[in-house]
């Protein structure tokens, strides 16, 4: 089989890449797969994980008005950002928030941590995540008319907020 850019040496590399579930499998020479900035011939092709995060920009949908943020702690800018994938800062997340939940949304498909709360933040904690999430179980149901379901939520939502106030 033929190197499908130069279509003149045989194609020996395989390349395969996986885009938004979309598959895509190139064969190509050695010279071109190099020219194309192909890395990691062989056996166990170089990974860098900044690459992938600094590659998360770049399927993103351009803004309207190009963002010029810039952090005030280290200087770091947001195309310094996108180029290398990695945030110079603790400040950085601040000052890159859009971009940084953007980035998020796409690799969990949220940007808001809903895993498990730790054993020391207390019984309250969970308290209050579980009445976010009932309200918003509610909304949904009066949304859908479903008014049996929202008083039964309702309901659940006024006993949590009881025991919140009363420090149970």
Known sequence: ?????CNKRPANVHYTEITNNKKQEIRLCEECAREAGITGIGIMPQFVLQNLLGGL???TPA????????CKRCGLT????????????????AAFRPAVGQ?????HGKAEHTGKLPRRTGKMAGVKHELKRLRQELDAAVRQEAFEKAAELRD????????????K
């Open 1 to 5: 089989m033929l190197c499908e850019r």
């Open 57 to 59: 920009f770049e399927e």
């Open 63 to 70: 803004p309207v008005e190009p963002s010029y943020a810039q």
């Open 78 to 93: 947001e195309q310094d950002f996108a180029q290398r994938g990695l945030l110079g800062c603790g400040d950085c997340y």
């Open 103 to 107: 980035i998020l949304q796409r690799i």
């Open 156 to 167: 659940r939502i006024r006993e949590l907020e009881k025991d919140l106030k009363g420090g």
